[in-house]
């Protein structure tokens, strides 16, 4: 990056960026819900908003086989729910918009 910063430095951020995101490694997040949900419009948020470089987010009803991401992620107690995952493992699942952000924030370890 120092090389580059001198011949590019309007460029640097975004090298930055993409090496914080290959460090951090990828987050997926399924947002399982009804779209109508109120409970699900403020989890699709929090997850759209983390800062966890790099993160893949999909929302969708439960048993939303088209999408992988969503397959086999139910409600939780009936509730819209937020599974974070890395590596094909998933922490356990939230329905708390804040529990969300909080594990989406930053590289893994910041949260």
């Given amino acids: 990056m120092t090389a580059l910063a001198g011949r590019a430095p309007r460029f640097i951020g975004w090298g930055l960026a ?7 490694g990828p987050r997926e997040v399924a947002v399982v819900g009804d ?3 109120p409970a699900t ?3 699709h948020p929090a ?3 983390g800062t ?3 993160a893949v987010v999909a ?3 439960p048993g939303g086989d088209e999408v992988p991401l969503l397959a086999g992620r139910p409600l ?3 509730r819209p729910a937020a599974y974070v995952c890395r590596n094909f493992t998933c922490d356990a699942p939230t329905t708390d918009p804040d529990r969300l952000a909080a594990a989406l924030r930053g590289p893994a370890g910041d949260a």
């Fill in 59 to 61: 929302v969708g009803e």
């Fill in 52 to 54: 966890a470089p790099g």
């Fill in 47 to 49: 997850a759209l908003l």
């Fill in 35 to 37: 779209p109508d949900d």
């Fill in 41 to 43: 419009q403020r989890l």
């Fill in 76 to 78: 939780v107690d009936g």
């Fill in 18 to 24: 993409a090496g914080e995101a290959l460090l951090d």
